[in-house]
């Protein structure tokens, strides 16, 4: 088991652009989760996954953003016509959970650091 | 909503100090509640967490105790270490609310740095 895995680990793009980071969660993991994370600032919840469905999106998640996980194992998150409000670090979590409400623990990648020129 | 409140940094301290971090939620439910921490460079790791009231989480010389009636999650170590120079993040999830999700809401994190 290798943990969570993101890619790009760091990117460089200039406004108006699109970008799409990719996440790989720790095998057999049926939750997943994308955070943000502006500097100086904790990880922010933008939506989450249960296998394929996409259960929850915050208000953060403007309509320039979408996720996927076509399959249940990885997941993508594109933001489209980037804009400077968007640099900030890109976290991705998984989890194992079998029952609504059990106590699980959310494992981290290392994320993807965006930079908006 | 739910959030969570901690002492802002950067806190710096001596090699051997004792350590404490205040974090204080609010939430409408009945939250789990977790320490994390970002070394530099690193990922967030799971430091510690409790699940209900009383409940201690301990972890390399970290302890937290979940204190439903002053709603505190207090980070604390009684020797520090450079070792432990990073930042530290309170969290809480309330897996059993209405959405039964288990979404982290993250406080804005304590800076930790540890003179040698």
């Known amino acids: 088991d290798t943990g969570v895995s993101q890619d790009p680990r760091h990117k460089i793009t200039k406004r108006g652009q699109n970008v799409t980071f990719r996440c790989d969660p720790i095998?057999?993991?049926?939750?997943l989760y994308w955070y943000r994370q502006t500097l100086g600032q904790g990880p922010e919840f933008l939506t989450y996954?249960?296998?394929?469905?996409?259960?929850?999106k915050s208000r953060l998640l403007s309509d320039r953003f979408s996720a996927e996980r076509p399959k249940g194992s990885f997941s993508t998150l594109e933001i489209q016509r980037t804009e400077q409000g968007d640099s900030a670090m890109y976290l991705c979590?998984?989890?194992?959970?079998?029952?609504?409400?059990?106590?699980?623990?959310?494992?981290f990648g290392p994320g993807t650091r965006l930079l908006v020129l | 909503g739910d959030s969570v409140t901690q002492m802002e940094g950067p806190v710096t301290l001596s090699e051997e100090a004792f350590l404490t971090i205040n974090c204080t939620y609010t939430a409408t439910g009945y939250p789990s509640l977790f320490w994390y921490v970002q070394y530099p460079g690193e990922g967030l790791q799971l430091l510690l967490k409790a699940t209900k009231a009383d409940d201690k989480g301990s972890n390399k010389g970290f302890e937290a105790t979940y204190r439903k009636e002053t709603t505190s999650f207090h980070l604390e170590k009684g020797s520090v270490q450079v070792s432990d120079s990073a930042v530290y993040f309170c969290a809480l999830s309330d897996r059993l609310g209405k959405n039964r999700d288990d979404k982290i809401i993250f406080g804005k994190g304590t800076r930790l740095h540890i003179l040698p």
């Open positions: 979590a998984s989890s194992l959970i079998q029952l609504a409400g059990e106590d699980v623990t959310q494992y």
């Open positions: 095998s057999e993991h049926n939750r």
């Open positions: 996954f249960q296998n394929e469905a996409q259960l929850e």
